[in-house]
T-cell receptor
Framework: DAKTTQPTSMDCAEGRAANLPCNHS???????VYWYRQIHSQGPQYIIH???NNETNEMASLIITEDRKSSTLILPHATLRDTAVYYC???????????FGPGTRLSVLP | DAGVIQSPRHEVTEMGQEVTLRCKPI?????LFWYRQTMMRGLELLIY????????DSGMPEDRFSAKMPNASFSTLKIQPSEPRDSAVYFC???????????FGPGTRLLVL
């Protein structure tokens, strides 16, 4: 069973930051937070992951709260091509409980 | 690198026929995963291999499904006999680090009539 809770859908204006929340209140100390996205008719794509520190790469930033019970994926300047389903996954580094839930459907609007 | 390659991209078959889906992982990746995606059930892990050995096949729905990985560059997922409820998109993914950072192929869209 997925250990995360995400909103079903969100809208974001093109050029603005998209902030996608994820609740994972039962996360264990050795579990990471992973984010993937799936653009329509494509396979899922890895975005970013983190343990407890904030992380940034060329695609996005990941902000994890100090108690690690929630996190936010930030797309700093959303484009129409960022329209996709975004999955937040909690798992240890052996891949235990690595389950794709329903995710958040992000629509970037012109 | 060409990424994960899957074939065929689309398959339409009749109930009772055998279906074979193929996957070529990214070179150097020693994990390979097979997923199924439907509107009702979302993205489900069917089976995964490490170094060509099946590690977890608990997601394989029933005996009609089988998967093999004869070498590091090729895997098959076979459904025999196929049923209409098997209609779905089947994804193959590979990784060098386990389940957390997987690279997915474009998927095979299967329709069983």
């Amino acid at each position: 069973d997925a250990k995360t809770t995400q909103p079903t859908s969100m809208d974001c204006a093109e050029g603005r930051a998209a902030n996608l929340p994820c609740n994972h209140s039962t996360i264990s100390g050795n579990e990471y937070v992973y984010w993937y996205r799936q653009i329509h008719s494509q396979g899922p794509q890895y975005i970013i992951h983190g343990l407890k520190n904030n992380e940034t790469n060329e695609m996005a930033s990941l902000i994890i709260t100090e108690d690690r019970k929630s996190s936010t994926l930030i797309l700093p300047h959303a484009t129409l091509r960022d329209t996709a389903v975004y999955y937040c996954i909690v798992s240890d580094n052996y891949g235990q409980n690595f389950v794709f839930g329903p995710g958040t459907r992000l629509s970037v609007l012109p | 690198d060409a990424g994960v390659i899957q074939s065929p991209r689309h398959e339409v078959t009749e109930m009772g026929q055998e279906v074979t889906l193929r996957c070529k992982p990214i070179s150097g990746h020693d994990y390979l995963f097979w997923y199924r995606q439907t509107m009702m059930r979302g993205l489900e892990l069917l089976i995964y291999f490490n170094n060509n050995v099946p590690i977890d096949d608990s997601g394989m729905p029933e005996d009609r499904f089988s998967a093999k990985m004869p070498n590091a560059s090729f895997s098959t997922l076979k459904i025999q006999p196929s049923e209409p409820r098997d209609s779905a998109v089947y994804f193959c993914a590979s990784s060098s680090r386990g389940r957390e950072t997987q690279y997915f192929g474009p998927g095979t869209r299967l329709l069983v009539l």
